[in-house]
């Protein structure tokens, strides 16, 4: 079977355990896939030193790129040593474009299912975006935003909880889809083996009445939810041209909270965006403790080319990182916190590995004896600040 490496979001996730079996099918059994991320220019670097180590170590091993990145600038990785394809994210899923000599590089990223093949299941029901925020490049990468039908969501779903006992809907502005609550809702009515439904990003701006209501009144959609936040001041998320303000975010915190007390949040936040101030940071640093974000995604401002953020004037990058330190800190703070108050509770915790898993709220959790797949109940009996400690109940 083909071997992936994969970058960025968990839709790529999801999408490369789709691609080893194209791959494997169209004759590249021994082939590496390399899913490359537009999000960072660390992402891309890592992509490159990835590919450049594999060809010293594995030389004549085929080596397939897509992605993002690759889709961007399929020509910068088509020049790579050992590359034998660059292939679009508008083929990436298309079986005729694994078995044709040349794939075409496209802008639409495809719609369609990718699931995980590890114990969580993942259904990309949404792709592509049709936002402008100022630092992103990923419109580029992925296309308009497009939506999965209902009855396609819930086929796939269907045949996912035959081997999953949790599915995460995924896709590039998740929250954009036109009919999101109701899909949920499908899901779980027509799944009803289904244990767990989880949400991956979501966009603070869209999420309306009917979302709220669909979270209150689903036991089985897991109380965990992920912001694409990414700053905490006005003045910068006005910059970034995000639709969301500080103090809706901290009404989002408090609504998740009054509906499901035990909600778990996090967010992905943006340190040393182009013309933040010491002040800038220390409202997002208060944000973090004002809305008890425990699951924080830090990333220093990256600079894309041809995003309005770029032409912008820019922080030092050893001053972006300082501050992207100090955020992590902050979150490491909540996690703490967030875990010491679930000491004593049960937690339903899907093992991931013999061990190892994630609680409904996706805090880590360590379990001895516990068997990787297994859905169970466990006691917690205390945590480290990264994770918890329980034995079975």
Not at 4 to 24: D, K, Q, V
Not at 146 to 151: D, G, K, T
């Amino acid at each position: 079977m083909a071997e992936t490496i994969t970058f960025g979001c968990r839709l790529n996730l999801a999408e490369s355990e789709t691609m080893r079996g194209l791959a494997a099918r169209a004759g590249y059994a021994d082939a590496l896939i390399v899913n490359t991320c537009a999000v960072t220019g660390e992402a891309e670097s890592q992509a490159r030193q990835a590919i450049r180590r594999a060809a010293r170590e594995n030389p004549g091993r085929p080596i397939l790129v897509t992605g993002c990145a690759a889709q961007i600038a399929p020509e910068r990785w088509a020049d790579l040593p050992g590359v034998t394809r660059v292939i679009g994210n508008g083929a990436k899923l298309d079986p005729a474009a694994w078995a044709a000599p040349v794939a075409a590089i496209e802008r639409a990223a495809p719609m369609g299912i990718a699931a995980g093949g590890g114990t969580r299941g993942f259904l990309a029901v949404q792709q592509g975006c049709d936002h402008a925020c100022t630092f992103c490049i990923i419109p580029q990468g992925r296309g308009p935003a497009r939506a999965l039908s209902i009855a396609e969501a819930v086929a796939a779903a269907r045949d996912l909880a035959t081997r999953h006992a949790e599915i995460v809907l995924t896709g590039v502005d998740l929250a954009s889809h036109p009919a999101l609550p109701a899909l949920i809702r499908a899901i779980l009515r027509e799944v009803p083996e289904l244990p767990r439904l989880r949400l991956s990003s979501l966009d603070p701006a869209a999420l309306g009445e009917d979302f709220w209501r669909v979270f209150a009144e689903e036991a089985r959609l897991m109380p965990h939810l992920h912001l694409s936040a990414q700053h905490g001041h006005d003045l910068i998320l006005k910059r970034m041209k995000r639709r969301h303000s500080r103090a809706d975010l901290l009404r989002l915190s408090a609504r998740a909270r009054a509906l499901r007390p035990d909600a778990a949040l996090g967010a992905d936040l943006i340190a040393g965006f182009p013309t933040e101030t010491e002040e800038h940071l220390a409202a997002m640093l208060e944000l973090v403790a004002e809305a008890q974000l425990a699951f924080l995604h830090v990333f220093p401002y990256s600079a894309r080319a041809g995003t309005p953020a770029a032409r912008m004037p820019q922080i030092p990058m050893d001053v972006r990182r300082e501050r992207a330190a100090r955020l992590r800190a902050a979150g490491e703070a909540e996690r703490a916190r967030f875990l010491a108050g679930r000491v004593g509770q049960v937690e339903h915790s899907l093992m991931e590995a013999d061990g190892m898993g994630h609680t409904e709220h996706f805090a880590p959790i360590r379990v001895v004896g516990a068997a990787r797949g297994s859905l169970i109940r466990a006691r917690v009996t205390g945590q480290d600040g990264r994770m918890l400690l329980a034995e079975a109940a």
